[in-house]
C-alpha cells in the first residue's frame, strides 16, 4: 500500500516562500514517478510539477522560474519550493505518484496514488 502525506502549506503574503513536503510512504521510493498538482473550487486541477525517476523535472508555465522540485530518496520525500508567490497560486496542492519509470513528460493526471491536500494562501 503506497500512501502519499502532504506538509508544509499556509497563509503567506504575496512575495513569500513555501516549502511543501510529501512523505511517500511504501516498502521503496525506486520507480516511483512523482508531482505536484493544484486545484481551486470550480476549476479543473493543474499539474504544477513533475520530477522523473530519471531526475529531469518540468513545470507549469505559471511557475517557471519560482517554484523548483526536488527529491530526498534516503527520506522517501518530495518537495515543492514556492518562491515568489502570488494571489493566483492559492489553491490545494496535491502530491501524486504512479509506480512507474518516467521522464517528467509523462501523464500523471491519471497517477494511481494521490494525497490527501495541503492549503496554501497567499494574499496580496
Known amino acids: 500500500q503506497v500512501r502519499l502525506m502532504e506538509s508544509g502549506g499556509g497563509s503567506v503574503q504575496a512575495g513569500g516562500s513555501l516549502r511543501l513536503s510529501c512523505v511517500v510512504s511504501a516498502y521503496t521510493y525506486r520507480g516511483m514517478c512523482m508531482g505536484w498538482f493544484r486545484q481551486t473550487p470550480g476549476k479543473e486541477r493543474e499539474g504544477v510539477a513533475t520530477?522523473?525517476?530519471?531526475?529531469?523535472?518540468r513545470f507549469a508555465d505559471s511557475v517557471k522560474g519560482r517554484f523548483t522540485i526536488s527529491q530526498d530518496k534516503p527520506k522517501n520525500t518530495l518537495y515543492l519550493q514556492m518562491n515568489n508567490l502570488k494571489p493566483e497560486d492559492t489553491a490545494m496542492y496535491y502530491c501524486?505518484?504512479?509506480?512507474?519509470?518516467?521522464?517528467?513528460?509523462?501523464?500523471?493526471?491519471?497517477?494511481?496514488?494521490w494525497g490527501q491536500g495541503t492549503q496554501v494562501t497567499v494574499s496580496e
Open positions: 501524486a505518484a504512479e509506480r512507474i519509470y518516467c521522464s517528467a513528460g509523462y501523464f500523471l493526471e491519471t497517477a494511481t496514488y
Open positions: 520530477f522523473g525517476t530519471d531526475d529531469s523535472t
